[in-house]
């Protein structure tokens, strides 16, 4: 059981961190927006960048990010900014309580104090530039 709380711990600091980035003191819309950055970014990612960046995230953080991905399929050729917020608006869904540019921006400074410098590096050069800006890396 000493694992499971400390699996746990680990995604509570991320989904807290979440919370303090948005601002909100939800802690569900901190998940949840976590969760739909976290896939649109994935679903813009190679297998293996993907499996690169996931390996850098909590195990049940990691869980989200793999949650109903399908690594067979292409990545998504979401060239503009616009495509990006929508597909993370579709993510986000039911929910509408947070702007897909604020999920973005609280995603990539959570991420910066968690996963190495270079691995955001990485991910952030393989954007186009006009996503790359939302996120502002």
Known sequence: MKLFSKVS???TVWVKDMMTE???SDPEKALHALRAGLQALRDRLS???AAQ???QLPLLIRGLFFECWYPS???LRVRH?????ALVREKYRPRQDALPEQIVAALFRVL???VTGGEISDVGARQPGEIAG???W
């Open 53 to 55: 960046l996931s390996a």
């Open 112 to 114: 910066a104090q968690h």
């Open 47 to 49: 297998v293996d960048e």
């Open 81 to 85: 900014k616009a495509e990006f917020l």
């Open 9 to 11: 711990q680990q995604a």
């Open 73 to 75: 399929g292409k990545s």
């Open 134 to 136: 939302v996120a502002d």
């Open 22 to 24: 948005l601002p909100t």
